[in-house]
């Protein structure tokens, strides 16, 4: 796991690219403080940088960017590729040597012998960048499930790109203005959605994408995407699958040669994590959980219950609202790009980071592909009932618009603007995922600079087909909730804290045996097939309600952190009636302040840091 960033084409003196190349580095520390590296290229116009957190071959051998045994290439990787053993073996009985045991060479070799096409072969996450000193072109690319985040940008002819956005804005090269456009997708679903960034001008290279960067020409290939399949199937097959996929991705994902723990609370995903890695003799297997008082939100008891069935050893940290308000400043200043959500993950990763750990697994994903969330029901019948009401339109649009002016809650504002819109599966999953309707962006754009009828918000986008509206909602979980929202977040979260964080379940390999399985089977309530091919998971776990790994935000932002809201609560331009959007607003604030991005004077949110800060008690 890595930092990496770079500047192509420059044109920029030696002197100085190399200077604004170090800053670049060292605001990338945290997410590699055991080594860097730096390149310049022989024309003095194009760097790669680095940051590395020794997982592979902790030697010196692994040190980048890491060059070509001709010279003419550089890569730099962040990221595990999973099955570079493998490739090893097979670019070994062609006649490539190795001079050492990283999967960063392994890439290389690919690259030299295969071209752009070699991303094709990698499993695993990554985000990498390699440098063709010959042709002076430069080949960005990411995993096919986003797993690890790139960002680039064009600036006076130049390319730059990072693992994180501040990185770019600290280079001095990248404009610091505000993409209202990205504002009001952040508005409308709580996250950014890829490709844009929140500032203008700066682009998510796209999960499953690579770009190539050709003298100032550049060209954005797809090489992944997820389509589901409808082909028959046995149910005893289908859990024979489902089995199998999951041995080999958790196995292939305990590939360390550093200790390796996992986030375990009390649900089913982290549980199969920890059977499987405990079947595969996970030497003193670690495990860590975040507990609360009230027993709402408390997994506590349940994950140290089943920590002691599978025998891992186990780390509890009973978190309550003065001491999570601590963390807040800090939280908010390591995040990346605002959500609302990451708090959660953010603390976790501090507790494996204070026990000594580099390397920790988590179940996210495992809702994304086995259906464990209301939408997978929900939005279905919302789409069929709006198809049914289609009959009715004028009656329909006229009672969705009354829900809209006149609701009790933001739940009921999003339903009626749901019964405004076009019966599609993007509505309604907008209606399910989303924070505030168009008409309510609209109204908080005036915050952020944005003039009267400069944007519309609007909650269509396309989706690709698929064979059931089922598989939509899969694809949708998977590419908007899962990718621009739980992978960016964990991402930073735990890089924060120097811990790589892996995600068996977001394996591109394991997603494409399970796009075999009709979702019939694959999609079943309660996760059937899931727990039907790990019979390891305890009975007590089998039988337990989804509860979901949340904080008590809503107790703790109406008590001890109300001051924190106070200003948002005051220059409101209509009441939220909710914590996550208050949470939403207070974090996009907070975001523009940090980091300086250009809004008009006039609606300059305005941040006073101290505010952030606890009381001393």
């Not at 603007?417 to 995922?433: G, I, K, N, S, V």
């Not at 964990?490 to 120097?498: E, F, H, P």
Request: proline fraction near 5%; include cysteine; charged fraction near 25%.
């Amino acid at each position: 796991m890595c930092g990496i960033a770079g500047i192509i084409n420059s044109g920029l003196d030696r002197e100085k690219l190399e200077k604004v190349l170090t800053v670049m580095q060292q605001q990338l520390h945290h997410r590699g403080p055991d080594d860097r590296g730096l390149f310049i290229s022989d024309d003095g116009k194009t760097g790669l940088v680095n940051t590395r957190l020794a997982i592979l071959d902790l030697s010196s051998a692994g040190h980048q960017p890491m060059a070509s045994a001709d010279g003419r290439y550089r890569i730099v990787l962040n990221g595990e590729i999973y099955n570079f053993q493998a490739l090893r073996t097979g670019l070994e009985a062609k006649g490539e040597v190795f001079l050492s045991r990283s999967d960063t060479e392994v890439v290389l070799k690919m690259y030299e012998r295969y071209g752009p096409d070699c991303v094709r072969e990698l499993e695993g996450m990554f985000a990498l960048a390699i440098w063709d000193e010959q042709e002076e072109v430069c080949f960005l690319a990411r995993d096919p499930l986003g797993i690890k985040p790139l960002y680039y940008c064009e600036t006076n002819g130049a390319v730059c790109f990072a693992s994180e956005l501040r990185t770019l804005l600290g280079s001095g090269l990248v404009p610091r203005r505000l993409s209202l456009k990205a504002v009001c997708g952040y508005l409308l679903f709580g996250t950014v959605p890829e490709p844009l960034t929140l500032v203008e001008g700066v682009h998510a290279l796209p999960a499953g994408h690579y770009l190539i960067c050709n003298r100032g020409r550049l060209r954005l290939t797809k090489h992944w995407d997820i389509q589901f399949g409808d082909e028959p199937i046995a149910e005893s097959e289908a859990v024979e699958l489902v089995r199998d996929a999951l041995d080999e991705s958790i196995q292939r994902h305990l590939v360390s040669d550093v200790p390796v723990g996992v986030f375990l609370s009390g649900g089913i995903d982290s549980t199969v994590l920890v059977a499987f890695a405990s079947r595969h003799g996970a030497n003193k297997l670690r495990s860590f959980c975040i507990s609360f008082d009230d027993p709402k939100f408390n997994e506590g008891n349940i994950a140290a219950r089943t920590a002691q069935h599978f025998g891992t050893r186990h780390t509890d940290c009973r978190l309550d609202s003065a001491s999570a308000r601590k963390l807040l400043t800090t939280f908010l200043e390591y995040s990346d790009q605002p959500s609302i959500d990451g708090f959660n993950t953010f603390c976790v990763s501090r507790l494996a980071h204070d026990a000594g750990l580099k390397v920790v697994l988590s179940g996210l994903g495992g809702d994304e592909v086995f259906g464990g969330y209301p939408s997978f029901r929900r939005i279905p019948r919302m789409v069929r009932t709006s198809r049914w009401l289609n009959l009715l339109w004028p009656l329909r649009s006229a009672a969705g618009g009354i829900l809209q002016t006149k609701y009790s809650s933001p739940r009921t504002a999003r339903l009626g603007c749901f019964l405004q819109e076009p019966p599609t599966t993007a509505a309604a999953y907008w209606c399910m995922r989303g924070i505030f309707t168009p008409r309510e962006v609209k109204g908080l754009l005036g915050r952020y600079g944005g003039g009267d009828g400069q944007l519309a918000p609007d909650i269509s986008f396309h989706v690709p087909c698929q064979p059931t509206l089922q598989d939509e909602v899969s694809y949708l979980e998977l590419t908007r909730y899962m990718r621009n929202q739980l992978l960016r977040d964990s991402d930073v979260m735990s890089m924060a804290w120097s811990l790589e964080l892996r995600v068996p379940f977001a394996d591109r390999k394991l997603v494409e045996m399970m796009q075999r399985i009709p979702a019939t089977l694959r999609l079943a309530r309660g996760k059937k097939i899931l727990l039907d091919a790990v019979p390891e998971i305890p009975a007590w776990l089998r039988e337990r309600p989804k509860q979901g790994f949340t904080f008590p935000f809503k107790d703790w932002i109406t008590a001890e952190w109300r001051d924190v809201f106070k200003r948002i609560d005051a220059e409101r331009p209509f009441p939220f009636k909710s914590w996550y959007r208050k949470w939403c607003v207070l974090a996009l604030d907070s975001f523009i302040e940090r980091n300086g991005l250009d809004v008009a004077p006039s609606c300059q949110p305005k941040i006073n840091a101290s505010q952030f800060y606890s009381r001393s008690i």
